[in-house]
């Protein structure tokens, strides 16, 4: 049985692996819309919001670069959600052959 899981979670991370390098550029933080006058909605313009090595950055995106900037937060997110599916994939199969090789 463990030898079965462990060969499927070889199949599992080389997805992982292939998707992660079909990324192109990737960026944290979150886009919002922020306007000059918020009372009356006007003068809107759009900021991203990120922290990278510990430091807090916000910056001005131009309406013309939104969506490329909305394309690489999204690609970020992605990745780090597959990052976190190969470590616990990589752990579970640490484990596994663990117990295997003690048997």
Do not use: C, F
């Amino acid at each position: 049985m463990n030898a079965r899981r462990l060969k499927k979670i070889e199949k599992e991370i080389a997805v992982i692996k292939a998707r992660i390098a079909k990324i192109g550029v990737v960026r944290p933080g979150s886009l919002t819309r922020q306007y000059k006058d918020p009372r009356n909605r006007r003068g809107a313009y759009y900021q991203i919001s990120y922290t990278h090595r510990m430091k807090s950055k916000t910056e001005y995106v131009r309406s013309s670069l939104l969506e490329g900037i909305r394309q690489q937060t999204r690609d970020y997110k992605e990745l780090k959600r597959m990052i976190a599916k190969w470590v616990a994939l990589g752990i579970e199969y640490s484990r596994l052959s663990m117990q295997q090789r003690s048997r």
